[in-house]
């Protein structure tokens, strides 16, 4: 017999998660004991198969075979300093924690990120970079390195040159010992470039180190990896359906695919409109020509790895197989954390995200045959079982700390 009390708390259980069913999916009375396990979403077997796929978390990740500090300690702190230090901009009055601030999850909240001058683009995150193949929204560097070049020398971000960089960790007794214990050498007195390049490579050892934490999502995903009884999971049934819908008929798995839900390759999803100067930003397109325009991209002098590795999807970026205005694919880890959302900026909530797939065919984008396109036409419910998957991706909890590595000596 169930005494009343038992059963009143019971109720007031319920109702406190029918009101926040995303807090729920981390509660363990998430699912009511007496609701029949029959009620709750099943999971075939090669459904379960594709939820096993975007884990475990954290993935394990290869070093950066271009960059010869990637893992490297000395580097890692030489990085994390140069990434706080506002003296590496032309003005020396930004860094790059100005737009990518360590408590919003390495971005900033802005519909486009502001530095020395307005960029056309939203901050995307640093989490979970390590391992990457394409970085920036269109690609235009095939290595964080590189990457980490572009945003000091873009006069709307840093707006520094490769001498001001060079002359900045020559003359800094701090930077140069740092910069002799990360790479073996003092900086270069003469080759302004080569300390510059190294100067990425380090700040790329650092964010290297970013990965986001567990969250509900992958608690659900390692029981389904033990076989445990669906009693024992403590994972939202909302968040279940979502997840349903996410890997089925969706198609979202299709794009975000694997531990960081992202495949890294380019889509046109029309998710963002922005055009800066009344022209539209042709993306993908855009960013093969600086690709392969660049010196600092794999072909060139400073990837580290001689023997040629990791190069191939460089040599084989062609325009030819690229539409206009597609963008890469974003992880959807901690999203809750990162609004507004697109490579625009423009879209400020994860439910207007979801509106926006409800009215396209995400199976066809992905095959970039948008004539055969049929709408999906999620229902109101299963778009707020959508929003709820979502966020069940995220964790409130950052990690990452500053470190005082002390003095260079
Ligand atoms: C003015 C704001 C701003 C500053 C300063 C800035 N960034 Fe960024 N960052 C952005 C924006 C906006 C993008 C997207 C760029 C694009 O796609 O064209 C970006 C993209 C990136 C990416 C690619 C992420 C991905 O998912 O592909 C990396 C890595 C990065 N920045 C690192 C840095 C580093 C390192 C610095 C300092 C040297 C820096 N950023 C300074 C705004 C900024
Ligand atoms: C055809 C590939 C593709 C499919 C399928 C796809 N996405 Fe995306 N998704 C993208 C691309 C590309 C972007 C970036 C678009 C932009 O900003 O222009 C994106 C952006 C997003 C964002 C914004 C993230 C951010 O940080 O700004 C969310 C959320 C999202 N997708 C969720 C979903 C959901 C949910 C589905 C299934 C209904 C889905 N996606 C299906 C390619 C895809």
């Not at 995307?124 to 920036?136: E, F, K, S, V």
Request: aromatic fraction near 8%.
């Amino acid at each position: 017999m169930i005494s009343n009390t038992r059963r009143l708390t019971l109720t007031v259980s319920r109702m406190a998660c029918a009101a926040v069913s995303a807090a729920c999916a981390m509660l363990p009375w998430a699912s009511s004991a007496n609701e029949s396990v029959a009620a709750k979403p099943h999971f075939t077997d090669s459904e379960i198969s594709i939820i096993l796929s975007h884990g475990p978390w954290p993935a394990p990740a290869p070093l950066d075979s271009t960059n010869r500090v990637s893992g490297k300690q000395e580097a890692i702190e030489f990085g994390t300093r140069l990434f706080f230090d506002q003296r590496l901009s032309g003005p020396g009055t930004k860094s790059c924690a100005s737009c990518h601030v360590p408590e919003r999850n390495w971005t900033d909240n802005l519909r486009r990120g502001v530095g020395v001058g307005e960029l056309d683009r939203n901050t995307p995150t640093l989490m979970n970079l390590i391992a990457g193949r394409w970085y920036g929204w269109d690609g235009a560097a095939d290595s964080l390195w590189f990457q980490s070049l572009r945003p000091i020398l873009d006069k709307r971000e840093l707006a520094a040159t490769p001498r001001h960089v060079a002359q900045l960790v020559r003359n800094d007794n701090e930077m140069s010992c740092r910069y002799r214990k990360a790479f073996g050498a003092a900086p270069s007195p003469t080759d302004d470039e080569t300390v510059f390049v190294n100067v990425g490579k380090a700040l790329a050892a650092f964010q290297e180190t970013l990965t986001s934490g567990r969250t509900p999502f992958d608690q659900f995903r390692d029981a389904l990896a033990r076989a445990a009884s669906p009693s024992s999971w403590r994972y939202s049934e909302p968040a279940q359906r979502g997840l349903k819908i996410f890997i089925g008929k969706g198609g979202c798995t299709h794009c975000h695919t694997g531990p960081n839900f992202t495949s890294g390759e380019f889509f046109n999803t029309g998710l963002s409109r922005f055009a800066p100067q009344g022209k539209p930003d042709p993306g993908r397109l855009a960013g093969i020509r600086q690709l392969l325009e660049s010196r600092f991209n794999l072909l060139g002098p400073y990837n580290d790895d001689k023997a040629g590795a990791g190069t191939a999807h460089t040599r084989h970026a062609s325009l030819e197989k690229t539409n206009f205005g597609e963008f890469k694919v974003p992880s959807l880890r901690n999203l809750m954390l990162t609004s507004p959302y697109g490579r625009d900026g423009l879209v400020d909530t994860l439910a207007e995200v979801v509106r926006h797939y409800t009215g396209l065919d995400p199976v066809r984008l992905h095959a970039k045959d948008r004539q055969l396109a049929k709408p999906l036409n999620l229902s109101a419910s299963e778009q707020s079982d959508l929003v709820v998957f979502l966020e069940s991706l995220s964790t409130f909890s950052n990690p990452w700390r500053p470190e005082d590595g002390g003095r260079c000596d």
